[in-house]
């Protein structure tokens, strides 16, 4: 059952990959480095502090907990367990792979690009989705950037997907966790720190 769930990844992967066009390389190339992403955390940390003060210092070390959880669930634990070889880096599908830069890690499984993304924007979701409704948008920005993972060759569908629902999941548990020690806190500080 394994082998035939891969085999249908790997194919999917490689009809995925095969989409491409070279004017979009680049640009999948830009959406999916980590780094061009900086600028647009700084500005939602900016706003967060901006507009909602101390309780978006509470967010934003809510945001980075999730964020430093989600990749190490996926990169510390789950990439060496499972040992799952990069479509780059497999030897069977090296040759069929279109590769827009380097290959990264050995193992892909789960996508931590797509666990980390999905978890941000969850976790923006879950703090602001009764105050605007734009933080909606979160998901589509994820579902880019992991979809350009298949892009650029170095993910199977099943990393992302997988990778998504460890993010989602992840903000979820930290999520609730936060609101009950809130809670706690709430009826035990002063009232400047509420």
């Not at 507009?51 to 959880?69: F, H, P, T």
């Not at 996926?74 to 030897?91: A, V």
């Not at 976790?123 to 605007?132: K, Q, V």
Request: charged share 10%.
């Amino acid at each position: 059952m394994i082998e035939v769930i891969q085999e249908a990844d790997q194919q999917l992967f490689l009809w995925l990959n095969s989409l491409h066009v070279p004017w979009l390389d680049p640009v999948m190339y830009l959406i999916t480095n980590k780094y061009t992403w900086f600028p647009a955390y700084a500005l939602v940390v900016a706003i967060l502090l901006l507009k909602y003060q101390w309780e978006g210092a509470r967010m934003v070390l809510l945001l980075i907990l999730i964020i430093i959880a989600c990749d190490q669930l996926t990169s510390g634990l789950m990439k060496p367990l499972f040992e799952r070889l990069r479509p780059c880096h497999n030897p069977g599908l090296v040759n069929q792979v279109h590769l827009v830069e380097g290959c990264g890690g050995r193992y892909g499984f789960a996508s931590s690009h797509a666990a980390n993304t999905f978890g941000f924007a969850t976790g923006l979701w879950l703090l602001l989705r009764n105050w605007s409704q734009w933080f909606v948008w979160g998901f589509a920005w994820a579902g880019l950037v992991s979809y350009s993972r298949i892009y650029v060759g170095v993910h199977y569908p099943l990393d992302i997907l997988v990778g998504g629902l460890i993010g989602f999941a992840v903000a979820i548990v930290i999520h609730q966790l936060y609101r009950r020690l809130r809670h706690h806190l709430l009826n035990t500080l002063p009232a400047k720190y509420h």
